[in-house]
């Protein structure tokens, strides 16, 4: 399977370039069950359902278990400047505790271990090893890392969003539920919840669980290989805690349906299952999903548009069916739907016979 079968051409103006005025005001584009034309034959069993993400509660039903994930997005985004006088833009990865960090830097020319940058605002980062494309670094700031990005970092939006983040992007770059620190990148698919979305979610009798899975920022580096045997996944820190095990476990017993809210939790719970059981887990993961690959955690997936040629949208298409995704694409281009992280959403059912 080679990356080039999941291109696509997207206009660049439906690239979402900022967050709609309300967050559930976002379109869903339906893809319910059906055959895959590999296997259908024809695509006569394709239908798309044009819909309002505020209608979402009137596609579930009472039982229904949606998991979230519970990531908070790091103002990670910093700048520098060298001995030398050049300037630096800094990307923190991950925190690894205490005062160090992965981070990726933007230099003309790669700083030696014991280089020191200092701080636009204020410090130094000591540069302490090369870890691949990134530096494992130590911040020499006068509080805790955590509490000092807060007020010197700036909030990392992704690269196809042409500006610069600006105050409201601290709110609407963060779920509503957003409460483990760690995140580079936000689990988009959240984004489209507000407090009165999840409170008739509740009143109609839904469930809610979370997982934690620390986006990276490799989630933005594009495949560099066309032969996807040769892909080596980006590695995110993740858990899955034992009471939502319980709780999917109790929501499958009575009947109902294990909706994930995003492609990181898909990621999460996937990395999660033991000998095709689900177990607690906390720990790193590399788990790549494309099609051939079974998920079986979930039953039904709440996912933004992805970027063509990307791991994510090899997961989808793992999950609905590669041919039906690209249908679902073209009639979401079509219909001029947002693109990507501030973009619309879709609701997908697994390809039948799944």
């Known amino acids: 399977m080679k990356k080039s079968d999941f291109h696509y051409d997207l206009p660049p103006e439906l690239i979402a370039q900022a967050p709609l005025p309300e967050r559930s005001a976002s379109r869903l584009l339906v893809v319910p069950p059906g055959a895959d034309v590999a296997t259908a034959g024809h695509a006569s069993e394709w239908h798309f359902e044009d819909r309002s993400f505020r209608e979402l509660p009137s596609l579930l039903r009472a039982g229904d278990l949606l998991v979230f994930n519970d990531t908070r997005v790091i103002p990670a985004r910093l700048f520098g400047q060298k001995a030398t006088g050049g300037r630096v833009e800094i990307l923190i990865e991950r925190l690894l505790g205490g005062f160090d960090a992965r981070v990726q830097l933007g230099v003309s020319k790669s700083p030696k271990p014991g280089a020191r940058i200092a701080l636009d605002a204020g410090g130094e980062l000591e540069v302490l090893d090369r870890d691949g494309e990134f530096y494992v670094v130590r911040f020499h700031v006068p509080e805790s890392l955590e509490q000092w990005l807060l007020h010197a970092g700036r909030l990392p939006l992704p690269p196809y969003i042409q500006r610069e983040p600006g105050a409201d992007d601290d709110e609407r770059y963060q779920t509503v539920f957003a409460r483990e620190v760690g995140a580079v990148a936000a689990p988009t698919a959240g984004l489209h919840f507000d407090d009165a979305l999840l409170d008739a979610l509740r009143a109609q009798g839904v469930q809610f669980g979370h997982v934690t899975l620390h986006v990276g920022a490799g989630t933005f580096q594009p495949v560099r290989v066309d032969d996807l045997a040769q892909h080596v996944m980006h590695s995110e820190w993740l858990n899955v805690g034992a009471e939502l095990i319980e709780q999917i476990r109790r929501t499958r017993a009575a009947g109902g349906r294990v909706v994930a809210v995003g492609t990181t939790v898909v990621r999460a719970l996937e990395s999660a299952m033991r000998d095709g059981e689900l177990q607690p887990f906390a720990g790193e993961t590399r788990l790549f ?40 694409y073209e009639h979401a281009i079509r219909e001029r739907y947002r693109f990507f992280s501030y973009g619309d959403a879709m609701l997908l059912y697994p390809q039948a016979g799944e």
């Open 289 to 328: 999903i494309l099609p051939g690959y079974r998920i079986r955690s979930v039953d039904a997936l709440i996912t933004n548009f992805h970027l063509p040629e990307s791991t994510l949208l090899m997961l989808v298409s793992a999950f609905a069916g590669k041919a039906r995704m690209f249908a679902a």
